[in-house]
């Protein structure tokens, strides 16, 4: 555990997101985990997980107070929160800003179909190649056609750690890309989710608002987080 975090991307939020529009703008190939508690314990109970975030393609990034906490405990002072809603909106700037392709993976039908509209509203610029729904048979199958298009950035929305799991196994495939697992961003990009007020976003409090809004998800972050906490007492 304490190999992940110290892998932790450990400067300011801004001075990553320039490093991403510089990647996106030199068609650089790219591979970011946003990194919370339930990743990490799994990677403590799958070698194939522990290796995918310990591997030197891969970027991890703090997308939660408990894991900025856990890089502060280790002497990783300067590592902040860089919340994945976040990383996908800059990169749909970006993507707008410079003509990019776009490629999404997961989310149903209907998050897809708004999501579309809100970039066709408010990205016009961005050049979407495929929204394909998180339902297809084959998913792998989904992922690969991707090589015809090269889309500058793939977003998995399929869950964690599925979605990292997916693009890390096919990430030899591709020469250049953004490639990140991005939970349920799209949900909130599209307009289906709100994101917690600033209230919660700004005390590290919204996994509350979350589990507020979805009772459902209590006993998954219960497992998840009270376990996480454990771990973390112990490292020195």
């Known amino acids: 555990m304490k190999k992940i975090l110290e892998k932790v991307y450990q400067d300011r939020k801004q001075a990553f997101f320039q490093e991403l529009s510089e990647s996106l703008i030199h ?3 790219r591979f970011i985990v946003t990194a919370n508690p339930e990743i990490i314990m799994a990677s403590l109970d799958s070698v194939r997980i522990a290796a995918m975030l310990l591997d030197e393609r891969t970027e991890i990034i703090a997308d939660g107070i408990g894991v900025v906490k856990a890089c502060h405990r280790i002497g990783k002072r300067s590592v902040e929160k860089i919340a994945g809603v976040d990383v996908v909106a800059h990169l749909l700037e970006e993507a707008n800003r410079c003509h990019k392709k776009l490629m999404v993976l997961g989310c149903t039908q209907e998050v897809l179909d708004r999501f ?3 970039i066709e509203k408010h990205y016009p610029q961005i050049i979407v190649t495929k929204l394909i729904n998180g339902y297809v048979a084959d998913k792998e199958a989904a992922l690969l056609e991707n090589r015809k298009e090269q889309a500058d950035i793939v977003l998995a929305a399929l869950g964690v750690p599925a979605q990292e799991l997916l693009l890390y196994q096919y990430l030899d495939q591709f020469s250049s890309g953004i490639f990140i697992g991005v ?6 990009l ?10 919660f976003v700004d005390h590290g409090m919204e996994w509350l608002y979350r589990i507020g809004k979805e009772p ?10 009270i376990r996480f906490v454990r771990e973390v007492k112990r490292l020195k």
């Not at 599209?190 to 209230?199: E, V």
């Not at 459902?216 to 497992?223: C, G, T, W």
């Open 27 to 29: 068609g650089e190939k």
């Open 183 to 188: 939970g349920g961003s799209i949900d909130v």
């Open 216 to 225: 459902k998800r209590m006993k998954r972050f219960l497992k998840n987080n």
């Open 190 to 199: 599209s307009g289906t989710k709100r994101r917690a007020p600033d209230f």
């Open 116 to 118: 579309a509209r809100q």
